[in-house]
């Protein structure tokens, strides 16, 4: 019978914990620690001083103690201001009593960033020790506005947007009328609930006080009933052009105001096959390049009945679909 080996006590011993080395300086990492806490400090005594009601001069008295040791804003990073100007943001954040980081009002900082024109929404976040970081969502340029011979930007709620050249928003939807900017959102979302047809819109009025009327590139006006009707309507043309094309034939008007119906204005005499004509060219300054020309005024008019539009011009075919 063989004798039984002890068990080795090299294997049965764990491998000694290896010393780890610290990347800074020991008195930098001292620093740091020590920073921390009387920042941390700092933060509590502040918020049991508001808490507790301790006067302001003595709240002010920490916030003051922290700031000398190095937490004061010494650096803002603005990310997604593209439109804004950025000097009216740093006018905004900066403009308080006070520079120290542990009395920086976010919230306040925020609703002056939301008060600026192009700003829809922004996020501020502390950057320990000495930096503010802001995220701005600008609003996006939706449609142009036309008032009073004034052309002016506009988002998808209707807020006016500043910008000193149109140019390069020639291609957005034109709405005439004094309260068509109120009425954006709704007659926006219409347009683009079919993007097929959406690409044909030159402009867009708004008649009387209570619906739209809208106008295509290839020259016809697509007249719209007032209320929930007119989203209805608009798919019901967009679908009616997808079965047979009904832009650029010669057609003058799409009129969806009577329920359930559309009436057809042409312009031929009666028994005569309806013709295209051509697309009204653009206005364009002399000498300017298409691609970068603001878009014309387009001229209001009242909506007339289809009885009286009628009779002023005898040449005007009326087909009820």
Known sequence: MSARKPPRRQAARKAAPQPVAIPVAPRTAWRLIL??????????????????????DATMGVATAASSAGFVVRQVEIEGARNQPRLSIYRELL???????????????????VAL?????????????????ITVIERKPAALWQWQGRIRLIDAEGQVLPAA??????????LVGEEARLQ???????????????????AALWVGDRRWDVRMK??????????????????RFADLNTQSPLLGRGFIRFDFRIPDKMVVRVETDPGQTVKPRP???????????????????????????????????????????
């Open 35 to 56: 920073g921390s806490v009387a920042l941390l400090g700092g933060a509590a005594a502040i918020v049991w001083a508001v808490a507790a009601g301790v006067p302001r």
């Open 165 to 174: 050249d149109l140019a390069p928003f020639a291609a957005l939807p034109l």
């Open 218 to 235: 290839s020259g016809e006006t697509v007249s719209l009933p007032e209320g929930p009707a007119a989203a209805a309507s608009w798919l």
């Open 184 to 202: 954006a959102p709704a007659i926006l979302k219409i347009i683009a609930s079919r993007p097929d047809l959406a690409d044909d819109v030159r």
């Open 117 to 133: 024109p192009w700003v829809k929404d922004a996020e501020i976040q502390r950057r320990w020790p000495d930096r503010l970081h």
């Open 279 to 321: 697309t009204p060219p653009p206005a364009i300054a002399p000498g300017a390049p298409a691609a970068v020309q603001p878009p014309a005024t387009i001229q209001p008019q009242a909506a007339q009945p289809m009885q009286t539009a009628r009779a002023a011009q005898p040449n005007l075919q009326e087909v009820v679909i």
């Open 95 to 113: 403009q308080g009593g006070s520079d120290s980081m542990l009395l920086a009002d976010l919230a306040d900082m925020r609703a002056r960033l």
